[in-house]
């Protein structure tokens, strides 16, 4: 299964550092938020990622590009040309595979998906954004996805507000209320599972497509949206706040997402 990461919001309330990185490559304790999250999907047999560019996006590519190179010691040998001057020392390297995919830099979330179609292939596919962390138990998210049939998996999760708060009734989400006034119940944490009758019955190439808007609400009213909910740890790094809580956690050594 393949995971697709939504990498090309501009992260403006975060603004003294995304001013220069796009939020994805955000630091917490010293590696992107981005690595983070694909090690939690890394932990669960899940290394097949296709990333959603936009905003800055050559720096999350030269990140992925460089990678080996940056994790080993490696010697060049300037007296000759080419790639065979280079000898890494060591394997340090993770086992993924990565897919870059510059879907636009205005694009918006609804649209970024549809323009990465043709790398997501015809299974199902997970996605989540490029901004939040969970201690998530995925494999059982892609169980309770499998074992409904609907065409979209997405999961509740508890924090506070800013998010889609979600009405459920048996599991099916009933009504899909993007950014409320949080009357505390669940809300949206990303970490969806997706059917590929997604992209022909519910997405299009619209650039101002709104995953969050249209598809989600013609997905609620069509019985096609269902919620896994989730009970334990979920944190988006929106501000400067979340951004020193989620470092604080990783550097004092008591980071839930931490499940590798």
Known sequence: MRVA??????GT??????????KPMVPIGGRPILWHIMK???????????LLLGYKGDIIR?????YYAKQVPVTVDLSSPGPERLTFH??????????LVDTGDATLTGGRVWR?????GDEPFCLTYGDGVGDVDVSKLIEFHKSHGRTTTLTGVYPPGRFGELAIADGAVQSFNEKPQVSGGYI?????????????????DREDLVLEVDPMNKLTADSELMMFPHNGFWQPMDTPREHTLLNDLWTSGRAPWKIW
């Open 188 to 204: 949206n944490g990303g970490f969806f599972v997706m059917n590929p009758n997604i992209f022909d019955d519910y997405l299009d």
């Open 40 to 50: 939690i999907y890394a932990s669960f047999g899940i290394n097949d990622f296709v």
């Open 90 to 99: 060591g394997d340090r390297s993770e086992d993924w595979r990565v897919t």
């Open 5 to 10: 990461i939504l990498c090309g919001g501009r």
């Open 13 to 22: 309330r975060l603004r003294e550092v995304s001013e220069t990185l796009p």
């Open 116 to 120: 990465a179609r043709e790398f997501l």
């Open 62 to 66: 030269d990140y992925f590009l460089g």
